[in-house]
């Protein structure tokens, strides 16, 4: 064995004593557990903004309780393997005592992602990192984001950015290919990385990709004899309404047949894009600039979604996110879920109560007779303003390199942007539905934020305010997107025209 494979498989074990360490025999997932930080010294709650400290989510007195990890035997091996891996992501200790502040997510069990890395990263080059918590909804995180950009502030090195965000944050972001060998770009979705340049400036080095998934129950789905997942969205109510009235009449008030993320917030763009997309409505700005969002085929796709609302998904559907869907479904009490590839290796977790009884396939299919995954994910960014960008730019090459990939794709199943992990045979046997559903993920649907550049973000608003009154019964689909025609035009300036493309 390779000194570097005997270091991942030492990081997974770390991994699964810190997961023993912090289970404690619950059974349903809280973001306050799943946010809990190992180390207080890596992982800080504390925002360096007050406007930060005041959305802060996840309370963290706690986690100073399960602080130890026993690695006191691993530590011996980690060393003999840190000389090898120091080389291949480029680690010197040439910055020494640098402290480094860096704006990393807490959805699920990012922290727990890593933690690990982090600590391994200051063993090899005696650089400090801090963690500060973003919020979990991407539309809040934005608005902090922008409020430290604004302030020019160089309070945090590395941001831990969204996929829709380069256009938005390129004036403040330096040049990563200024500091990354062009090699290690290359090894990453060029796709992606076309994404992340704008202007010609690298703003950010991919650091995972995200495609939305359907998750089902298996063990539910051969109880009611059905022998697969649905293949459209008719298939799926009559699934979903079917499972529900049966687990229900057995006792079980709470179940529910399909839950998502209906908030106003990002990921209501993510989901009801999807929807569009899969009944042949096109993709709200399309990538020439033509508003293509007000056409019956987006209308007949919110009208079938509000009906979602309180008969198959539970009336608070309208004010989800990630994390209270797969707190309601990693129960056990839902037969689908709409999510993203994280809550696959959390819902398999030692606790979790359907470890083993789910799976995820493509989503359903509308009128447009195909599935449609969105695009998501997640760079890292280092802002202009940062005093300590050298050693900023060693930090990122490691945790969104090779070994940083590969290490939270194995304990996390967050998926590669760097391609060739996905023939990684430690990597495929950990996540097996990494290889079978390869194909979504390299076609999952782009947000139009490349076209809007840094008008994106209310682009977005416009259209998930106006696909929320939908689902909440306060406008009609037909009405809500006229005004959210009405709206894009006057945000962006562009036409609107018919749909050439589906
Ligand atoms: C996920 C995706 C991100 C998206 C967000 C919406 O984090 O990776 O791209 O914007 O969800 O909630």
Redesign the pocket.
């Known amino acids: 064995m390779s000194r570097r494979l005997w270091l991942v498989l030492m990081l997974l074990i770390a991994t699964a004593l810190v997961v023993a360490a912090c289970g404690g025999g619950e059974s349903e997932p809280t973001q306050e557990e799943a946010a809990q930080p190992e180390a207080e010294a890596v992982v800080t709650e504390e925002a360096p903004m007050e406007e930060a400290a005041a959305t802060e989510e996840a309370p963290m007195e706690e986690a100073a309780a399960t602080e130890e990890a026993p690695m006191e035997e691993a530590a011996a091996t980690e060393e003999a393997a840190a000389g090898e891996m120091a080389e291949a992501a480029g680690l010197t200790r040439d910055f020494e005592g640098t402290n480094l502040r860096v704006w990393f997510g807490s959805?699920g069990d990012e922290v727990g992602s890593y933690r690990n890395l982090i600590e391994e990263f200051t063993a090899q080059t005696g650089i400090n990192v801090e963690v500060v918590q973003s919020p979990q909804s991407?539309t809040d995180n934005l608005a902090q984001i922008l409020q430290f950009m604004g302030a020019q502030s160089g309070e945090l090195d590395v941001y831990q950015i969204?996929?829709?965000w380069p256009g938005i944050l390129a004036e403040h972001a330096a040049d990563l290919s200024q500091y990354i060998p062009q090699e290690e770009i290359d090894a990453h979705f060029p796709a992606i990385i076309e994404n992340n340049t704008v202007d010609g400036k690298l703003v950010g080095l991919p650091w995972f990709t995200?495609a939305g998934l359907l998750y089902y129950r298996t063990d539910l789905l051969e109880k009611y004899g059905y022998d697969g997942p649905p293949q459209t969205w008719d298939e799926l109510q009559e699934m979903a309404q079917t499972i529900q009235d049966g687990e229900r009449s057995e006792g079980n008030d709470s179940f529910w047949g399909f839950v998502w993320?209906g908030n106003n917030?990002?990921?209501l763009t993510?989901d009801a894009l999807e929807w569009q997309v899969t009944e042949g409505g096109g993709r709200i700005i399309e990538p020439d600039g033509t508003i293509t969002v007000n056409n019956p085929a987006t209308a007949a796709a919110l009208t079938r979604a509000a009906g979602w609302v309180d008969t198959i998904s539970p009336p608070g559907v309208t004010a989800y996110?990630?994390e209270d869907a797969r707190g309601v479904w990693q129960s056990g009490n839902a037969a689908f879920m709409r999510n993203?590839p994280y809550a696959y290796a959390l819902g398999n977790s030692e606790d979790s109560p359907i470890a083993g009884n789910f799976d995820v396939s493509p989503l359903p299919q509308g009128a447009g007779n195909r599935s449609a995954a969105t695009l998501?994910?997640?760079q890292l960014m280092i802002p202009q303003y940062s005093q300590n960008a050298e050693a900023a730019a060693m930090f990122v090459r490691y945790m969104a390199g090779p070994v940083g990939q590969k290490s939270r794709a194995i304990t996390n199943s967050y998926l590669p942007t760097i391609e060739s992990l996905y023939s990684d045979p430690e990597v495929l046997e950990a996540q097996p539905f990494m290889e079978r559903l390869y194909d979504v993920f390299t076609s999952a649907v782009a947000r139009p934020s490349t076209v809007t550049g840094e008008l994106y973000n209310e682009v977005s608003a416009a259209y998930f305010n106006g696909v929320h009154s939908v689902l909440t019964g306060s406008a009609t689909a037909e009405d809500a997107l006229l005004d959210i025609e009405d709206e894009l035009i006057d945000i962006t300036g562009f036409e609107p025209g018919p749909l050439t493309t589906q």
């Open positions: 959805v991407a969204d996929v829709i995200d993320q917030y990002e990921g993510c996110q990630e993203w998501g994910g997640w």
